[in-house]
């Protein structure tokens, strides 16, 4: 357990549905991130905060996805009219500004299942 | 994006070997990467990092090692035990911001 939690683990909607996933870092912690992994595929990322600051977003963003972090603590991870290419597991990693190592703490991730 | 990619999928060896597994990277100004163990149902964790300056870190049981010249990486594990059995991911970051950008993965096997 790194201490990031993320719910919920597992998600089946209908496509067109509109899903929202949150995410706790660590609460020290004032990065976060949220990346997009299929099977066998490496996380891609797909935006960060910098406490309540949304400072990157990954062309692979479309508009039917948004994501808050309105008190630069918990997030969440918005998608609407979902597809089935969305279909995907949903990684939120923190880290800590200055710390000696850039390490990203993931959670256990979010599994969406579109039908 | 970049492209970072792994030589080899999958991986099988046998408990106590050491286990060599590759990454290749295409873009030059990558300065940071790191090493990834994925279980399974769960995200990845951090395992070892290497800045661009350097050409070997070593850490317990593991060692990476950066060949800036063929844009190569490498994350040996001595003495492989069953737990090692992951998914193993290479990491870059080229420090123009905070995204990593990760391989496709090389599944290792412990055989015990």
């Known amino acids: 357990d790194t201490g990031v939690s993320q719910d919920p683990r597992h998600k089946i909607t209908k496509r067109g549905q509109n899903v929202t996933f949150r995410c706790d870092p660590i609460s020290e912690h004032n990065r976060l991130y949220w990346y997009r992994q299929t099977l066998g595929q490496g996380p891609e990322f797909l935006t960060y905060?910098?406490?309540?600051?949304?400072?990157?977003k990954s062309r692979l963003l479309s508009d039917r996805f948004s994501a808050e972090r309105p008190k630069g603590s918990f997030s969440t991870l918005e998608i609407q009219r979902t597809e089935q290419g969305d279909s995907a597991m949903y990684l939120c990693?923190?880290?800590?500004?200055?710390?000696?190592?850039?390490?990203?703490?993931f959670g256990p991730g979010t599994r969406l299942t579109v039908l | 994006g970049e492209s970072v990619g792994l030589h080899l999928p999958t991986l099988s060896v046998q408990e106590g070997d050491n286990s060599i597994i590759n990454c290749a990277y295409s873009n030059s100004a990558s300065d940071y990467f790191i090493w990834y163990k994925q279980e399974s149902g769960k995200g990845p964790q951090f395992i070892i990092d290497?800045?661009?300056?350097?050409d070997k870190r070593q850490g317990q049981r593991v060692t990476v090692l950066l060949n800036k010249t063929v844009k190569h990486l490498s994350l040996q594990i001595a003495a492989t035990q069953p737990g090692d059995s992951a998914v193993y991911f290479c990491a870059e970051n080229n420090g123009a911001g905070n995204q990593f950008y990760f391989g496709t993965g090389t599944s290792l096997t412990v055989i015990p």
């Open positions: 290497i800045r661009s300056n350097m």
């Open positions: 905060f910098q406490n309540e600051a949304q400072l990157e």
């Open positions: 990693a923190s880290s800590l500004q200055g710390a000696p190592r850039n390490e990203q703490f």
